[in-house]
T-cell receptor, first 113, second 116 residues
Framework: EADIYQTPRYLVIGTGKKITLECSQT?????MYWYQQDPGMELHLIHY???????EKGDLSSESTVSRIRTEHFPLTLESARPSHTSQYLC????????????FGPGTRLLVL | DQQVKQNSPSLSVQEGRISILNCDYT??????FLWYKKYPAEGPTFLIS?????DKNEDGRFTVFLNKSAKHLSLHIVPSQPGDSAVYFC???????????????FGQGTILTVHP
């Protein structure tokens, strides 16, 4: 069973607000990921990190930013939320070695009005 | 360019019968494949995986088959239960080296409904 947590689970916010979505894992995984998913669509990788102080942009362009100051923590920030940012945001983590499975958190559903 | 495709948006089966979910891929660099199950408003839960050196992997009621020549994999659930009703995603990973290592590419998902 994976121990990966995301807060908040649901967030309704007005346009222009700054938001931070939290993601923490207690498994000591070095790799962490952020995905974005719209209803009925595939998951798109927007950010990933292979370790502390390592962050890379994913396949889908995103206006969000991430940081990895601690192994267990991988927050995602939107400086100025817009309605186009409305989506579900999923955080995942995995080990580096081999073909390790990614384990997902429960997700954050974001609605920007 | 959709590198992983699940062409059936939905599947409906009777409880106790077999559910077969299909997935096709185009990138020959993919060598590791996973199936995830997802309920609405929750994160995906890992079900089963298969490496390209195998053609079958079984875990309880779940079996994944891989046909490399056809670039096709399928998930069999036997017997199907109402609690299996969810969205099922296949995902693929490839060792293309460098920063692509370990990244997953997902299909669009198939909604499975198991009727009592």
């Amino acid at each position: 069973e994976a121990d990966i947590y995301q807060t908040p689970r649901y967030l309704v916010i007005g346009t222009g607000k700054k938001i931070t979505l939290e993601c923490s894992q207690t498994m000591g995984h070095d790799k962490m990921y952020w995905y974005q998913q719209d209803p009925g669509m595939e998951l798109h990788l927007i950010h990933y990190s292979y370790g502390v102080n390592s962050t890379e942009k994913g396949d889908l362009s995103s206006e969000s930013t991430v940081s990895r100051i601690r192994t267990e923590h991988f927050p995602l920030t939107l400086e100025s939320a817009r309605p186009s940012h409305t989506s579900q945001y999923l955080c995942a983590s995995s080990w580096t070695r081999g073909r390790e499975t990614q384990y997902f958190g429960p997700g954050t559903r974001l609605l920007v009005l | 360019d959709q590198q992983v495709k699940q062409n059936s948006p939905s599947l409906s089966v009777q409880e106790g019968r077999i559910s077969i979910l299909n997935c096709d891929y185009t990138n020959s660099m993919f060598d590791y494949f996973l199936w995830y199950k997802k309920y609405p408003a929750e994160g995906p839960t890992f079900l089963i995986s298969i490496s390209s050196i195998k053609d079958k992997n079984e875990d309880g009621r779940f079996t994944v088959f891989l046909n490399k020549s056809a670039k096709h994999l399928s998930l069999h659930i036997v017997p199907s239960q109402p609690g299996d009703s969810a969205v099922y995603f296949c995902a693929a990973s490839g060792n293309a080296g460098g920063t692509s290592y370990g990244k997953l590419t997902f299909g669009q998902g198939t909604i499975l409904t198991v009727h009592p």
